[in-house]
């Protein structure tokens, strides 16, 4: 069975830093994809970044290039996100899951955990 615990939201200023953390299990983490989206409520849950299965290939949605690092641990089924110079419009839950190739997640969603940026 999948599981995929999120970790490490909270709330935080504008301009701060935050690090989330992801532990998957159910699956053979290292062969996949890994990433991070995320959802506002009333609106759909959108791609945030995505990591190759060592770790050498990362790629961002523009709204966060520059600012947020994905990351990860195949020895500890552990993927990250250090989110910096946050801003009030990254105010949403954050998931991790596999992703695919269209950049959709691959499994079913885990909880998330709430980032909240305030002005």
């Known amino acids: 069975q999948v599981q995929l615990v999120e970790s490490g939201g909270g709330l935080v200023q504008a301009g701060g830093s935050l690090r989330l953390s992801c532990v998957a299990s159910?699956?053979?983490?290292?062969?996949?994809?890994m990433g991070w989206f995320r959802q506002v409520p009333g609106k759909e849950r959108e791609f945030v970044a995505r990591?190759?299965?060592?770790?050498?290939?990362?790629y961002y949605a523009d709204s966060v290039k520059g600012r947020f690092t994905i990351s990860r641990d195949n020895a500890k089924n552990t993927v990250y996100l250090q989110m910096s110079s946050l801003k009030p419009e990254d105010t949403a839950v954050y998931y991790c899951?596999?992703?695919?190739?269209?950049?959709?997640?691959?499994?079913?969603w885990g909880q998330g955990t709430q980032v909240t940026v305030s002005s």
């Open positions: 159910g699956f053979t983490f290292s062969r996949y994809f």
């Open positions: 899951n596999a992703v695919k190739e269209n950049y959709s997640g691959t499994f079913a």
């Open positions: 990591i190759s299965w060592g770790g050498v290939s990362t």
